[in-house]
């Protein structure tokens, strides 16, 4: 049976649910957080240690500015709300991107790791203002400044991901199959599941489903 140590997910269809539902996409975006406590919730279930969510990537910022709005709004306020929550489940915060929000959304960032910073159970690394393009095109820049060999083991000390191991599973909802620049390097080896559901509609039994069918996946890593 597979060890599974990391989940990475595409959180896609937020938008066209809201639309479909209740005719706003910003009413999906606030549904898709539910979906975000079911699968933290069922994560720590299965002995997961890291789960890594794709919130906001650098190419979000060609959306309407509303909607940006609402969307930094929304995670404001969801931290705000369930960080003493996290916290008491012994939940580690973790934030891989570019942190050039707002004042006052980069301080709650930075007071939500630093709370959490010493916590177990599972970590889980929101990709805020994230492309993987971007990561590993400043690896590269960072070991050109050090004067470094380039080779795998000195690119991976600069990536934002430097302490996480590569995601096992990749799952990706909303019926999109494409990668969206996010953790291209980390994803070399991953099983990747596209789901057909919306994230609002995605649930544990959809979760466990994907957790099962990876166990009995012969993984080889390029050998036989």
Request: hydrophobic share 35%; aromatic share 10%; no cysteine.
């Given at each position: 049976m597979n060890p599974l140590n990391h989940v990475a997910i595409i959180m896609d269809g937020n938008g066209r649910w809201g639309l479909k539902k209740k005719n706003s996409r910003n009413a999906g975006h606030r549904?898709?957080?539910?979906?975000?406590?079911?699968?933290?919730?069922?994560?720590?279930?299965?002995?997961?240690?890291?789960?890594?969510?794709?919130?906001?990537?650098?190419?979000?910022?060609?959306?309407?500015?509303?909607?940006?709005?609402?969307?930094?709004?929304?995670?404001?306020?969801?931290?705000?709300?369930?960080?003493?929550?996290?916290?008491?489940?012994?939940?580690?915060?973790?934030?891989?991107?570019?942190?050039?929000?707002?004042?006052?959304?980069?301080?709650?960032?930075?007071?939500?790791?630093?709370?959490?910073?010493?916590?177990?159970?599972?970590?889980?690394?929101?990709?805020?203002?994230?492309?993987?393009?971007?990561?590993?095109?400043?690896?590269?820049?960072?070991?050109?400044?050090?004067?470094?060999?380039?080779?795998?083991?000195?690119?991976?000390?600069?990536?934002?991901t430097k302490n996480i191991p590569d995601p096992e599973i990749l799952i990706r909802t909303g019926n999109t199959k494409r990668l969206s620049n996010f953790l291209l390097w980390q994803i070399a080896y991953t099983e990747i599941f596209f789901e057909k559901k919306l994230w609002p509609d995605f649930n544990e039994n959809d979760y466990i489903k994907i957790i099962k069918s990876f166990k009995k996946i012969k993984r080889n890593f390029g050998s036989i």
């Amino acid at each position: 049976m597979n060890p599974l140590n990391h989940v990475a997910i595409i959180m896609d269809g937020n938008g066209r649910w809201g639309l479909k539902k209740k005719n706003s996409r910003n009413a999906g975006h606030r549904a898709g957080l539910h979906s975000v406590e079911k699968i933290i919730k069922e994560t720590i279930k299965q002995n997961i240690q890291y789960l890594t969510l794709f919130t906001f990537s650098t190419e979000n910022w060609k959306r309407p500015k509303k909607e940006i709005t609402y969307l930094l709004n929304l995670l404001e306020n969801f931290l705000v709300d369930k960080i003493e929550d996290l916290h008491e489940q012994n939940i580690k915060l973790n934030i891989i991107g570019v942190k050039n929000f707002s004042k006052k959304l980069n301080s709650i960032l930075n007071i939500s790791e630093k709370k959490t910073s010493k916590n177990t159970k599972l970590q889980i690394n929101l990709a805020l203002n994230y492309g993987s393009k971007f990561e590993l095109l400043n690896a590269f820049k960072n070991l050109n400044k050090n004067n470094e060999k380039i080779s795998e083991k000195n690119l991976k000390k600069y990536l934002q991901t430097k302490n996480i191991p590569d995601p096992e599973i990749l799952i990706r909802t909303g019926n999109t199959k494409r990668l969206s620049n996010f953790l291209l390097w980390q994803i070399a080896y991953t099983e990747i599941f596209f789901e057909k559901k919306l994230w609002p509609d995605f649930n544990e039994n959809d979760y466990i489903k994907i957790i099962k069918s990876f166990k009995k996946i012969k993984r080889n890593f390029g050998s036989i």
